[in-house]
């Protein structure tokens, strides 16, 4: 394992960090995944600890007689737990239903893991690209400081309409500023998530966003039903309620009896042994599990509710990142096809009219600024569009693939 994150952080460090590369990191390398790993271990533990009988049970007494001329009266007894014989296979199926419990936590915990990796990387790239859109407008913003001062200098404009471009360019070197912390918390973010530190936390994304190429969605009802069917945490608390009705058998009336199974031996004072069978057992009259039946079918009950209720939120979250990613969609395309063109012409047309001093300055400057400004909603409607897809395939249980199988 060592030897493939070594070579996996080379190559991130050569060829920078892509989505998937995180995404690989992170399943080899983030410590909170691996110690949630060790439940299992403990799951194991305990079908180990099921399958063990009690240990066998050993009295012995001495006692002294009275008079004279009687030997010792010495009391041996050895025994085990019959009931054993028939709680072990219980408590292994009991045992076994929790390891199938954790096993489908195990899994929405990776499947949570490589959401919140490639929810990263995505604001990460966002926030490099709105970066560089916002030093565009700095220096917009620059420029339109710079000659409104010369033109205050010049007597053409006062000094209220100089110092408000001034404040304009301060405003936008403070944004992006801004911008700057919020790009250094998303790569913190981001080693957090990978299991990096030190010289390791070191490293430049590679790749472009891109939401031309993403496949249209399958059909909402479809991904509803497939959520409910094939998302692990619902399956897990499915396996819950199993488990739950395996470990109420442990607790039926019989279970009370302790019953001991053995071998009595005794000397007489008068010199002779006797030895035969010993039975010991409770009889399950006042208590017979009343408190542990009532105990598990109230666990049982709230279960079965948490289950209906973890079914509703998924269909819910389907419908709710299904109906984000059309809206965002929607804005793409609206930026895509009209505005950025549009936007473009302006600039072009605009540049004319300046070249022949029928535009002025910041006129020109402002037309430019309106489309960093649409370029940098561009961005955040993409970002917001690929989320809601990562929400949303995270939300049918991890792949568009299950849902079209079922089509």
């Known amino acids: 394992m060592s030897e493939i994150k070594n070579q996996l952080l080379e190559e991130i460090q050569q060829e920078g960090l892509t989505q998937e590369k995180a995404v690989q990191l992170a399943l080899i390398n983030n410590p909170d995944l691996f110690a949630y790993y060790e439940n299992l271990e403990l799951g194991y533990a305990d079908l180990l600890e099921a399958g063990l009988m009690q240990n066998p049970f050993f009295s012995a007494s001495v006692r002294f007689p009275s008079k004279s001329g009687y030997s010792l009266n010495n009391l041996f007894d ?45 604001e990460l790239k966002a926030l490099e690209v709105q970066l560089k859109e916002e030093g565009k407008r700095v220096e917009l913003k620059q420029m339109a400081a710079a000659l409104a001062s010369l033109q205050n200098k010049a007597g053409n404009i006062n000094a209220l309409s100089a110092r408000s471009r001034e404040i304009e360019y301060e405003n936008a070197v403070e944004s992006l500023k801004g911008l700057e912390a919020d790009l250094e918390a998303a790569r913190e973010k981001m080693n957090r998530a990978l299991g990096l530190f030190g010289k390791e936390a070191f490293w430049k994304t590679t790749g472009e966003l891109d939401g031309d190429k993403e496949p249209d969605l399958p059909d909402l009802y479809q991904m509803e039903q497939a959520a ?35 071998v009595s031996s005794e000397m007489q004072p008068e010199g002779f042994t006797t030895t035969g069978p010993s039975i010991d057992l409770q009889i399950p009259i006042f208590n017979h599990g009343q408190g542990e039946k009532k105990r598990y079918n109230s666990q049982l009950e709230q279960a079965q509710k948490r289950l209906l209720s973890k079914a509703v939120q998924a269909c819910s979250e389907v419908r709710e990142f299904y109906k984000t990613a059309y809206k965002y969609r929607s804005q793409l395309e609206d930026l895509n ?36 400004q649409a370029k940098i909603e561009h961005v955040r409607a993409l970002q917001h569009y690929k989320k809601a897809r990562i929400e949303l395939l995270h939300a049918v249980g991890g792949s568009f693939a299950l849902v079209r199988r079922q089509q």
């Not at 076994?96 to 899994?107: F, L």
């Not at 619902?234 to 001991?260: C, D, F, G, M, P």
């Not at 047309?349 to 300055?361: C, D, E, F, I, R």
């Open 78 to 122: 050895a025994a085990i737990s019959f009931l054993d014989l028939f709680l072990i296979p219980l408590r292994k199926r009991a045992a076994e239903a929790e390891i199938k419990v954790i096993e489908s936590q195990i899994g929405q915990r990776v499947l949570d893991l490589v959401k919140e990796v490639q929810l990263h990387w995505l």
């Open 228 to 262: 409910v069917e094939n998302r692990l945490d619902i399956e897990a608390i499915r396996r819950e309620v199993h488990a739950i009705a395996q470990r109420a058998k442990l607790k039926a009336w019989w279970t009370y009896s302790n019953l001991l199974i053995g």
């Open 337 to 372: 096809i009209k505005i950025l063109p549009n936007l473009e012409k302006q600039i072009i047309a605009g540049q004319a009219h300046y070249n022949v001093m029928t535009l002025g300055s910041y006129a020109l400057l402002d037309l430019k600024e309106n489309e960093i």
